[in-house]
């Protein structure tokens, strides 16, 4: 009967102890495709990255478009002589 009890108190032990380590170390997890976070991931550090502009190469597009209107014009003019 001691062992009985005894037996049954280390699969009661063992059977609380796998889930609450799990809960308990709060690591993220990616399931289905998300990310899940910890358990503590309202005290964690907030990561900023302030938005760039949205297209790049607005100087270079801007000397191509100046270089068009410049063969364009170029062009008229020697149309019209």
Not at 10 to 22: E, K, M, R, S, Y
Not at 57 to 79: F, G, T
Request: overall charge positive.
């Amino acid at each position: 009967m001691r062992n009985a009890k005894k037996k049954h108190l280390w699969t009661l032990i063992v059977a609380c102890l796998g889930p609450a380590t799990t809960v308990l170390t709060g690591c993220q997890v990616d399931y289905a495709g998300q990310t899940l976070p910890s358990p503590w991931y309202l005290t964690d550090d907030i990561q900023y990255y302030a938005p760039g502009p949205g297209f790049k190469l607005a100087r270079e597009a801007a000397a191509m478009q100046e270089q068009k209107a410049a063969v364009i014009c170029e062009q008229q003019a020697a149309l019209g002589n």
